[in-house]
């Protein structure tokens, strides 16, 4: 039997490419997953809750719902993030650098914090945040995309900030840094792609499911020692 089995994990971002693969995984290995996100995912996964991460009245309602439920959180994968379109950062629009960091790394801030105060109450917990290798590596060619990038390195710190703070009371808190991730979402900028592998050593983008494996890892008792931890994977992007 999966250590998963009846392990009650909330997914943020979960109709996305990379949060729906890991809700599905998580769930096929026996864990009750409480997917949320502003849509459905489609095919459906777990248990659908809407919520907006910039919305605190909404994340706090939907974290009762599940103690209501479930009674109990014992992982949280913070899935939830946007992309914006390549813009010079001299021509950057206030409100798209402003949604960008708030979804990215508010969201992601505001969902860590109020599911972390369930687990502190626990005196248990896994959260995996979902950086990027853009939160390390400048990923500038050839789209320019000064606010995402900013954005996920803000989650690489803030991350390792709550790991520090909450380790000795029980909650493990990593991040994980994928490269290109193969999502219907990079399939609408097929003209990139020949760059983008071309830049990556492995020639390709990632699966979907390998993402949600790593994350797996992370949350499970395999990955105990790992604290603050961001894991990279890229493929290789980064080495050049």
């Known amino acids: 039997m999966s250590e998963f089995a009846d392990r009650v994990i909330v997914v943020t971002g979960a109709a996305g490419g990379v949060g729906q693969a890991v809700s599905s995984w998580l769930q096929a290995e026996g864990a009750r997953v409480f997917a949320l996100d502003r849509r459905e995912p489609q095919p459906p996964v777990g248990e659908f809750l809407a919520v907006d991460v910039l919305d605190t009245a909404g994340i706090d309602q939907a974290v009762a719902a599940v103690v209501t439920r479930a009674g109990r959180i014992d992982g949280l994968v913070a899935a939830a993030g946007l992309s914006e379109e390549p813009t010079p950062a001299e021509d950057m629009p206030a409100e798209v650098w402003q949604r960008t960091i708030g979804v990215n790394l508010t969201g992601v801030f505001l969902t860590c914090q109020r599911v972390g105060r369930v687990m502190l109450d626990q005196g248990e917990g896994r959260i995996v945040t979902i950086a990027s290798m853009s939160g390390n590596h400048v990923v500038n060619n050839p789209q320019q995309q000064v606010a995402y990038n900013s954005s996920k390195a803000g989650v690489v710190a803030m991350t390792k900030s709550l790991a520090f703070e909450w380790a000795a009371r029980g909650v493990r ?67 050049a």
Do not use: Q
Not at 195 to 218: H, M, S
């Open 173 to 239: 808190v990593n991040a994980l840094s994928p490269g290109y991730v193969d999502t219907p979402l990079l399939a609408s900028k097929a003209e990139m792609h020949p760059i983008w592998k071309g830049a990556t050593p492995l020639g390709r983008f990632a699966y979907p499911e390998e993402v949600a494996a790593a994350t797996g890892w992370l949350l499970s008792d395999a990955a105990a020692f790992c604290c603050g931890t961001e894991l990279l994977m890229d493929g290789g992007y980064s080495l």
